[in-house]
């Protein structure tokens, strides 16, 4: 492809995937991020540390966002971001002001030439290489579910919950401050090592059997120690709580809005012909989708309520079996990676937003403003 050549030979587009726990960042072309850092800004006026996107003012979040690309380009990959063409991976229902501030930071501080911002769930897909799936986000602060079907964003069958990275955090810190923890020690860079080193996603059996209360409790696995090194402290991680941070995304409730719901009412949200390809392509991408043992309990909760619930079985035909794609490299970089594929091919020559054309209005496109549509389709 001549223009991939040409996209190549000049200096390859920059891929940034800003999360609001980690930003992945690299390169178009290549298999890895360069770098995963927190989404975390230093102040230049006091020295401290806040996250990037909390601001209480447009004019705030404009220089954080300055600040932190700044750190982006010239600490970690040493590169002058003027006249570069870039891929911004975003969530599609993501918010607007964040998404304009990003770009006149971008067009008007650092002078880049074009940016082309493409929506995660869809760009995970392209490393697959499929069309089809139900791709699922279990992201920092929600979890988020969009059906794809043929290419195509199946908008009106999007569902997300406030379950993520930062509900499970707060389910740790809840049950270690019961065992007599001091909260001082419960930072959130501690909170977060205990859930990756030590949690897991228990069977189906066993949290039913707890939630039910049934005689034969299951013996909890055992307890482990985890040492704080920063003050040569332990603290004693009980084997409950290993086992049951994670069942906040399971626990059933009258809203039927836990995770194994959430993915049926949003398959359900689809037309017939659609259903079963996509239940038979489920796709799991985020951080938080790495815990052990949360692709297996998610298809035995799947199947146990397809077969068991009387409103999923007589609205779901046939014998039905829920398949899952294996990602390529890590989940948490899922959709980087489809933006660094993105960024190799010819639609970031087409598809990108120019600085001249920013530079007439200093107004992004956006799908769902009805006088951008209709300025495309003229």
């Not at 690309?69 to 870039?86: G, W």
């Not at 603290?235 to 049926?264: C, K, W």
């Not at 489920?282 to 298809?299: C, D, E």
Request: aromatic share 8%.
């Amino acid at each position: 492809m001549p223009i991939y050549e040409s996209v190549m030979q000049d200096k390859p587009p920059i891929i940034l995937d800003i999360g609001n726990a980690y930003t992945k960042l690299g390169f178009a072309g290549e298999a890895y991020p360069r770098k995963i850092m927190p989404t975390e800004v230093v102040l230049t006026t006091t020295g401290k540390t806040k996250r990037l996107f909390d601001y209480e003012r447009k004019e705030e979040l404009y220089d954080q966002i300055v600040d932190f690309l700044q750190t982006i380009f010239f600490k970690h990959l040493l590169v002058s971001p003027k006249e570069r063409k870039f891929v911004v991976v975003e969530n599609i229902f993501g918010q607007t002001v964040v998404r304009e501030t990003l770009a006149r930071a971008l067009f008007v501080h650092f002078d880049v030439s074009s940016v082309l911002f493409v929506p995660a769930h869809l760009i995970a897909l392209s490393t697959l290489a499929v069309a089809t799936a139900v791709v699922v986000d279990i992201g920092y602060s929600e979890t988020s579910i969009m059906p794809v079907f043929s290419g195509v964003q199946i908008m009106s069958a999007f569902k997300d919950q406030s379950y993520g990275g930062s509900a499970i955090h707060a389910e740790i810190k809840r049950q270690l401050l019961e065992t007599g923890v001091k909260e001082s020690l419960l930072t959130e860079s501690v909170l977060e090592d205990i859930k990756v080193r030590t949690c897991f996603v228990t069977t189906m059996e066993r949290a039913h059997s707890r939630s039910n209360g049934d005689e034969n409790q299951p013996t909890p696995p055992p307890s482990v120690d985890y040492i704080i090194c920063d003050i040569d402290t332990t603290v004693q991680v009980p084997g409950a709580l290993r086992e049951t941070v994670y069942e906040i995304m399971f626990e059933p409730n009258n809203e039927r809005d836990s995770l194994p719901h959430l993915i049926l009412r949003s398959i359900l949200d689809c037309t017939l012909d659609a259903r079963k390809p996509l239940v038979e392509s489920i796709f799991l991408i985020g951080g938080g989708s790495m815990v052990q043992g949360m692709l297996p309990r998610l298809q035995q909760e799947l199947q146990h309520l397809l077969k068991n619930d009387p409103y999923y079985a007589e609205r779901f035909h046939g014998n039905l079996q829920f398949k899952f794609f294996n990602s390529i490299g890590k989940q948490n970089f899922t959709a980087w990676l489809g933006g660094a594929l993105c960024g190799a091919t010819d639609l970031i020559q087409t598809r990108s937003l120019a600085k001249e054309t920013y530079l007439k209005n200093e107004h992004v496109p956006d799908w769902s403003n009805l006088c951008d549509n209709r300025h495309a389709g003229s």
